[in-house]
């Protein structure tokens, strides 16, 4: 692996943490950089306001991906946890992840606690490495209705 590469892959594991910090922190404008303006993302068995809605969430576009996490997250307290990534460069520009997670969200209505798996892709852009896929996979959730 040459020089180039193992800076790809420290920079992947920043934006990945990157990601996480600023969504629990809530800071929803520099944290939306973190992804390509087509993203697309699904995630099943996902937090939920009131028990009628579902577990599984798909958007595409940085837009929507925006204002669906920042519509179920304000006035939540979160905390979310990547571990053990598996990083694959796939060229000079792409990359593809899996990461270990645990994530515990208190909404007012709910206090959730999920583990499972990120399934990623990334870009490289001229202002860096982007997520560009996301498919969180959950392999048990708990939740607590108030």
């Not at 993203?39 to 940085?62: F, H, K, L, N, V």
């Amino acid at each position: 692996m040459n020089e180039q590469q193992l800076q790809d892959l420290e920079d992947i594991r920043q934006l990945k943490s990157r990601y996480f910090r600023l969504m629990d922190t809530q800071q929803w404008e520099p944290w939306k950089e973190c992804f390509t303006e087509d993203i697309s993302a699904r995630y099943e068995g996902a937090p939920r306001a009131r028990p009628d809605m579902s577990t599984d969430i798909g958007c595409e576009g940085r837009a929507a991906l925006y204002d669906g996490v920042k519509g179920l997250l304000t006035g939540a307290v979160s905390m979310h946890q990547g571990f053990m990534p598996e990083i694959t460069l796939t060229s000079a520009t792409t990359a593809r992840a899996i990461w270990a997670m645990f994530d515990y969200v208190r909404l007012p209505t709910c206090h959730f606690k999920g583990w499972g798996h990120y399934h990623e892709e990334y870009v490289k852009e001229a202002s860096g490495w982007k997520i560009r896929r996301i498919h969180l996979t959950r392999l048990h959730t708990e939740e607590i209705w108030v």
